[in-house]
């Protein structure tokens, strides 16, 4: 268990619809980042943020939209969903927003678009 | 742009059997990296990072790494594995200059344990 926790476990929705994940990271990490895993992209780092702020950006896709509330759990917003956009989001979260610290990996959701 | 290379896309070792596991990486300076390992239906755990100093870098359950700048390689190696050692394993390279801090990952390695 990485202290990482992520719901739901699983989501099914069909397209044109707008979900939420959400990602309470270990005790004590400021920074959180989320990654997409799918079939043909692989594992894709999409944004990251620190204490609040939004730190860096990677592959996200404008329908796409994060944000980090004071007690620096996280959400991920995804609208607009397509059918490409069924995949395993990860959340991860580490003690600084430097890169070499350890990320420590959440187990996860499961977003079906059907 | 940094970019991660894992050629094996599956690779089958017989228990007992060394193992290595190719990483080639491409990144300007010295590349933060790392050695991920992910079991069926589970997170990604941290097996081995480099950042500086000693090129080889020792992991968690009996892993180890070898960081070669002048062929941009980080190679996963374990001297004789287990069944339990089954899963996919990801190689992923950080940025050292200050930029963007998600990592980028390889495609990964399938690891298949035959009895």
């Known amino acids: 268990d990485s202290g990482v926790t992520q719901t739901p476990k699983h989501l099914i929705t069909a397209t044109g619809q707008r979900v939420t994940l959400r990602c309470s990271p270990r005790?004590?990490?400021?920074?959180v980042y989320w990654y997409q895993q799918s079939l043909d992209q692989g594992l894709q780092f999409l944004i990251q943020?620190?204490?609040?702020?939004?730190?860096a950006k990677g592959n996200i896709l404008e329908r796409f939209s994060a944000q980090q509330f004071p007690d620096l759990h996280s959400e991920l917003n995804l609208s607009s969903l397509e059918l490409g956009d069924s995949a395993l989001y990860f959340c991860?979260?580490?003690?600084?927003?430097?890169?070499?610290?350890?990320?420590?990996f959440g187990p996860g959701t499961r977003l079906t678009v059907l | 742009a940094q970019s991660v290379t894992q050629p094996d896309i599956h690779i089958t070792v017989s228990e007992g059997a060394s193992l290595e596991l190719r990483c080639n990486y491409s990144?300007?300076?010295?590349?933060?990296l790392f050695w991920y390992v992910q079991s069926p239906g589970q997170g990604l755990q941290l097996l081995l990072k480099?950042?500086?100093?000693?090129?080889l870098v020792q992991g968690i359950k009996g892993f180890e790494a070898e960081f070669k700048r002048s062929q941009s390689s980080f190679n996963l190696r374990k001297p004789s594995v287990h069944w339990s050692d089954a899963a996919e394993y990801f190689c992923?390279?950080?940025?050292?200059?200050?930029?963007?801090?998600?990592?980028?990952f390889g495609k990964g390695t399938h690891l298949i344990i035959q009895p």
């Open positions: 991860a979260s580490s003690a600084s927003g430097i890169s070499y610290n350890e990320q420590f």
């Open positions: 005790s004590g990490d400021l920074s």
């Open positions: 943020y620190y204490n609040g702020e939004e730190r």
């Open positions: 990144y300007g300076a010295t590349p933060y």
């Open positions: 480099y950042f500086s100093g000693d090129t």
């Open positions: 992923a390279v950080g940025d050292s200059g200050g930029g963007a801090d998600g990592l980028t």
